[in-house]
């Protein structure tokens, strides 16, 4: 106790103070769901036959799908958010490498991954992808959505090159359709739903 303290106050060492301190930085998370979800409908509108591999959709794996995920990403980290963090800047840094390989073989430095290599890329993707599903029985449902057809994406599309089962490889096409839009539907709720300041979307 102070000496010097008038009788019955407690010293400056006793005393308790506490600090309200409010973040008002954006939720990262909508850039990097719409990110990921409009560059994985992009790619599987191409795994489903309807369009080619061309330069569309690796621009928007090196842009919006790569670069704005792992924006959200270092955004995710300055909040605290581990979850987010690992999400987007692994998502983000796999459109990066999806577009390396890709594009490495055609400028003569690397060779072309085959089938089996393209296989077990994937498939650690797909084991990555389930665990972090898991992660979201804890988040929201829409995100339990994301994850988990994300996870059997993966692991279809490991399953058509490791076949060579072209109507696999099909399938995969259609239901990766359906994870970019459930990704684009939970990002857009998320804006919207902040936007007006009640659930206008549910997730």
Not at 129 to 138: A, N, Q, R, Y
Not at 174 to 191: C, P, R
Request: glycine share 12%; aromatic share 12%.
């Amino acid at each position: 106790m102070n000496k010097f303290a008038p009788k019955g106050c407690d010293s400056m060492e006793d005393e308790k103070k506490s600090v309200l301190i409010e973040d008002l930085t954006a939720n990262p998370a909508p850039l990097g769901l719409l990110g990921f979800g409009l560059t994985t409908v992009l790619l599987n509108i191409h795994n489903a036959g309807f369009i080619p591999l061309n330069s569309m959709i690796l621009a928007m794996g090196i842009a919006y799908g790569g670069i704005a995920q792992i924006m959200a990403c270092a955004m995710e980290y300055k909040k605290g958010n581990t979850f987010g963090t690992v999400a987007f800047g692994s998502y983000g840094l796999f459109w990066w490498s999806f577009v390396l390989l890709l594009v490495l073989p055609k400028m003569g430095l690397a060779t072309a991954p085959d089938k089996l290599s393209l296989a077990a890329y994937l498939f650690m993707w797909g084991l990555f992808t389930l665990v972090m599903f898991i992660g979201t029985l804890k988040l929201s449902r829409g995100l339990q959505v994301v994850f988990l057809s994300l996870a059997i994406l993966f692991f279809l599309l490991a399953l058509g090159d490791i076949t060579g089962n072209a109507t696999i490889t099909l399938i995969a096409g259609y239901e990766g359709i359906f994870t970019g839009f459930s990704a684009v539907y939970v990002g857009l709720a998320q804006v919207l739903n902040e936007t007006y300041g009640k659930d206008v979307l549910p997730t």
